[in-house]
């Protein structure tokens, strides 16, 4: 059974840069597509964007320039860097595996608990 | 982006009941469109894919049609464990978007 992790601090000060890996057990990295996507407290769901395991990556344009993802398919991990966070960035992540399950169709078929992070100094 | 609208926003239904929420999107999106089901403090689960697929696992008073720009979750019967938020999302094009959920209370 595939199983995902997120971990990293869950406070970040306004300005800094927030940091999160999603640990993949139970699968290989390989073959999919790696997302992130977060939850502010009491509303809905944004995708922030994903890498595919070779390293490629699609953003949402509402973060684009604040987002940095990562894979490092020898420890079956993956990274979101968001910088210049602000108040507006508080939410629960959630790291996923996007599955291609047939030519322009994906879905998040495995998801991580969430993680937490506020934005606060 | 594409958006995605569910309605309702909200409904309280009996056990047993059958129950339908409906998502529409801003353009035509084919066939490109999942639902999942989020429970407080949890994170979201797959029901759907491709409109009308049951993801395994899932049990089959959960069915769900359309195609285009509107698309319909059903619940046949009500159960008390379908206490959850429902969302919609489409993956015709990015940014992936999903809609914004819509609750489901028992009465």
């Known amino acids: 059974q595939v199983q995902l992790q997120e971990s990293g601090p869950g406070l970040v000060k306004p300005s800094e840069t927030l940091s999160l890996t999603c640990s993949v057990s139970?699968?290989?990295?390989?073959?999919?597509?790696w997302s992130w996507i977060r939850q502010p407290p009491g509303k809905g769901l944004e995708w922030i964007g994903y890498?595919?395991?070779?390293?490629?990556?699609t953003n949402n344009p509402s973060l684009n320039s604040r987002v940095t993802l990562s894979v490092d398919a020898s420890k079956n991990q993956f990274s979101l860097n968001l910088n210049s966070v602000t108040a507006a960035d508080t939410a629960t992540y959630y790291c996923?595996?996007?599955?291609?399950?047939?030519?322009?169709?994906?879905?998040?078929?495995?998801w991580g608990q969430g993680t937490r992070v506020t934005v606060s100094s | 982006d594409i958006q995605m609208t569910q309605s309702p926003s909200s409904l309280s239904a009996s056990v047993g009941d059958r129950v339908t929420i409906t998502c529409r999107a801003s353009q035509s999106i084919d066939t490109y469109l999942n639902w999942y089901q989020q429970k407080p403090g949890k994170a979201p689960n797959l029901l759907i894919y491709a409109a009308s697929t049951l993801q395994s696992g899932v049990p089959s008073r959960f069915s769900g049609s359309g195609s285009g720009t509107e698309f319909t979750l059903s619940i046949s019967s009500l159960q008390p464990e379908d206490s959850a938020t429902y969302y919609c999302q489409q993956s015709y094009s990015t940014p992936w978007t999903f809609g914004q959920g819509t609750k489901v209370e028992i009465k």
């Open positions: 890498i595919y395991y070779r390293g490629s990556t």
């Open positions: 139970g699968g290989s990295i390989s073959g999919y597509y």
């Open positions: 996923a595996r996007g599955y291609r399950y047939s030519a322009g169709y994906y879905n998040f078929d495995y």
